[in-house]
Nanobody, 121 residues
Framework: QVQLVESGGGLVQAGGSLRLSCAAS????????MGWYRQAPGKQRELVAS???????NYADSVKGRFAISRDNAKNSVYLQMNSLKPEDTAVYYC???????????????WGQGTQVTVSS
């Protein structure tokens, strides 16, 4: 069974920084895409940043220039460096991965349990 485990959330003042980490574990053959989503209270879950096919990066317009996604393929991990945080960045941040497992046909979509990021004004 594959698991995605996030860490690094917390409470920070506006203008501050946080770094989120996500590690995938289990019988993984390859990770197709991996990235971060967030969901604020009363809102739909939205893409924040991701590595797409071909290792291209994709960012939400609201975080461009402030957030940076990176990855360590050897550790099946992805990171999100968040700078110049704003109160509107407050949300639960979820790690997501589409991957292929040993003994399984096709790719499967996995989510982490989420980590809370709160930005105070």
């Amino acid at each position: 069974q594959v698991q995605l485990v996030e860490s690094g959330g917390g409470l920070v003042q506006a203008g501050g920084s946080l770094r989120l980490s996500c590690a995938a574990s289990g019988n993984i053959v390859s990770i197709i895409t991996m990235g971060w989503y967030r969901q604020a209270p009363g809102k739909q879950r939205e893409l924040v940043a991701s590595f797409t096919i071909g290792d291209r990066t994709n960012y939400a317009d609201s975080v461009k220039g402030r957030f940076a996604i990176s990855r360590d393929n050897a550790k099946n991990s992805v990171y999100l460096q968040m700078n110049s945080l704003k109160p509107e960045d407050t949300a639960v941040y979820y790690c997501n991965a589409d991957l292929i497992e040993i003994g399984q046909w096709g790719k499967r979509d996995y989510w982490g349990q989420g980590t809370q990021v709160t930005v105070s004004s």
